[in-house]
């Protein structure tokens, strides 16, 4: 397979609000842009069709293939590119999932990732989000591979959990994406600091998208810069990771004889 070293990806911090259409449109909008500007992989963020909050999974649910889904297979296929769709509430069989689709340049669906780590916290005084009251987790790994490089894909809380980024990693993945809505309590400590952990210990890119930040939202997301809408174009090189993971050669020196980290479910590609 012929893999670019270097290729522009662009995470889009996307300003959701209670109407879906204007989520949908403004998301479409935006990956047009990213793509005019050179982008070949693009991420949206977590819940990117609807405010994020319990009370607003089940109103704002769909099926897959729906609604949204139909719009980020289009905007894939009408610009060429990867789109890694952040996440929607998705509806199936009477349960209710956070899940993130992944369409192809071809306007393909390539995976869903469903959330397999439900964001329950309780920090007294500050936040408390359970979403296990509302969601089901999902059970898969989730991997897919580009014309540039293979991609694993988490949705944020996903990211605390180190052994899923080493799985990926020892899978192959070069980068992995996390739809993200991270909040203003956990969002100033740890945000950049795991994305930091994940790429560190496991020699890879790391790519996180945000909703923007609005402060008369019910969950007021951290988002990360100060505009409401911005995309960050940067361009992941592999040949560097490549030669980073030669210069420190953690991979090699891991001592599997003491300890490892597998995955026990199988046919994960
Ligand atoms: O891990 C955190 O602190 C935030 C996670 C989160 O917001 C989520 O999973 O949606």
Redesign the pocket.
């Known amino acids: 397979m012929f893999v670019l070293s270097e290729f522009r990806l662009a995470v889009i911090q996307l300003q959701v609000t209670g109407v879906k259409a204007d989520n949908l449109s403004r998301a479409r909008r935006l990956v047009k842009e990213a793509a005019g500007q050179g982008s070949r992989l693009v991420l949206l963020p977590?819940c990117f069709n609807s405010p994020?909050g319990t009370s607003f999974f089940s109103t704002y649910a769909e099926r897959i293939p729906g609604e949204s889904t139909q719009v980020l297979s289009e905007a894939a296929r009408e610009n060429q590119v990867y789109l890694v769709g952040g996440s929607i509430p998705e509806e199936d069989d009477g349960k209710l999932y956070n899940s993130c689709t992944v369409f192809g340049p071809n306007g393909e669906l390539i995976l869903k990732h469903r959330?397999i780590h439900l964001?329950d916290?309780d920090i007294p005084g500050k936040i408390r989000?359970q979403?296990s009251e509302i969601l089901s987790p999902g059970n898969s790994l989730s991997m897919f591979d580009t014309a540039f490089c293979k991609v694993g894909v988490g949705?944020?809380?996903d990211?605390?959990f180190a052994e899923l980024a080493q799985l990926y990693s020892r899978k192959g993945c070069q980068l992995l994406v996390y739809p993200?809505?991270?909040?203003m309590t956990?969002g100033p400590a740890?945000w950049e600091l795991l994305q930091r952990g994940r790429a560190l210990d496991n020699q890879v890119y790391i790519a996180t998208a945000s909703p923007a930040r609005d402060e008369t939202a019910s969950y007021v997301a951290w988002g990360h810069t100060a505009r409401v809408i911005v995309i960050k174009p940067f361009f992941p090189d592999l040949q560097y990771l490549a030669g980073v993971r030669q210069q420190i050669p953690i991979t090699a020196q891991r001592r599997d004889d003491l300890y490892t980290v597998t995955s026990v479910q199988e046919g994960s590609s």
């Open positions: 977590e994020y959330k964001f916290i989000f979403e949705i944020c809380y990211m605390r993200g809505a991270f909040n956990t740890h």
